[in-house]
């Protein structure tokens, strides 16, 4: 589980300062957000495509670069994130932790963009996807250029994926 | 006291801000919400409104086309973008379309006090 050595080139960005980026953003969005403090690990040497009882929320990057941002969350981290962000209980995964997870998705997304992108026009973020099941496989995490950084917050994993590719 | 339009496709989002602005202590009264620019328009006609709250990156109708819409329609109401957009040329775009200011999410209530604290 490497950085693209395309990206590092073209953004003059080491794996580790890509890794850095996404977790202190993870940090600021969940701190100023979901009120929970996070704990990161070193990134992941070995893809993680099949997940069990969780929510992912993903976002697209389109344009001079090409790419996927992506949350996953155990179903239980899932109802106290958006309970967090509502300010009320949340007991099923449903509508409202379908968008607070594609919402986290979507600030990642917009961080991501920023480093990549000064202006901002040359790359779109699309429009929050989540998906939710017992077991599911997540086909973009097994691409080896992809980096997966785990965080720990309430005793609970979770991972943020960031896979990217130039375009041309 | 303000009436403020939050418009904004998460409605968790909407929440957060909604609950933020009156942490921040700003003089809120009503405070309508819409999931994308062609509801905002919407939800607009017939109401007063001293402050409108914008996303950029929403689906049917997106922050810059509404803030154009609006103008369009000879309205001045304030309007501040809340957006993950952070790139300078976007923000430049939305401020040459009409829009007063931007925040960048996430987003404090001390942030949306320091921002919009002037405006209502």
């Known amino acids: 589980m490497t950085l693209n050595q395309q990206i590092a080139a073209a953004t003059k960005l080491s794996e580790a300062d890509l890794a850095g ?16 403090t996070l704990e990161d690990s070193y990134p992941l ?10 929510v992912t929320g993903m976002v697209g990057l389109a344009g001079t670069y090409t790419g996927i941002l992506s949350i996953h969350c155990p179903r239980t981290l899932a109802l106290l994130i958006t309970s967090n962000m509502l300010g009320m209980d949340v007991e099923e995964v449903g509508e409202d932790v379908n968008d607070a997870l594609g919402e986290i998705a979507n600030m990642l997304g917009g961080y991501v963009k920023q480093i990549l992108s000064k202006g901002g ?4 973020l699309s429009i929050p ?10 086909s973009s995490m097994a691409d080896s ?6 965080f720990i917050t309430e005793n609970e994993r979770f991972l943020v994926g960031l896979k990217l590719e130039k375009e041309g | 006291m303000a009436n403020i339009l939050i418009v904004d496709d998460s409605s ?20 309508y919400e819409a999931g994308d620019g062609i509801e905002g328009l919407s939800v607009m006609e017939g109401k007063s409104i001293q402050l409108i709250l914008s996303d950029i990156n929403m ?3 997106d922050g810059l086309e509404f803030i154009k819409s609006v103008r369009a329609k000879g309205v001045s109401t304030p309007i501040v973008m809340i957006t993950t957009e952070g790139g300078e040329d976007i923000l430049k775009e939305a401020i040459s379309s009409g829009a007063s200011d931007s925040i960048k999410k996430p987003f404090t209530p001390e942030q ?9």
């Open chain 1, 21 to 36: 980026y996404v977790i202190s953003a993870t940090k600021e969005v969940f701190e100023t957000m979901v009120m929970l």
């Open chain 1, 45 to 54: 040497k070995e893809p993680v495509t099949s997940f069990h009882c969780s």
């Open chain 1, 121 to 124: 026009l040359d790359i779109n």
């Open chain 1, 129 to 138: 996807t989540v998906i939710s099941g017992e077991d599911y496989t997540v």
């Open chain 1, 145 to 150: 250029d992809c980096v997966v950084i785990p």
């Open chain 2, 12 to 31: 968790t989002m909407r929440k957060i801000i909604s609950r933020s602005l009156r942490q921040a202590g700003l003089p809120v009264d009503e405070i």
């Open chain 2, 59 to 61: 689906p049917n109708m």
């Open chain 2, 112 to 120: 949306l006090q320091e921002k919009l604290g002037g405006m209502l």
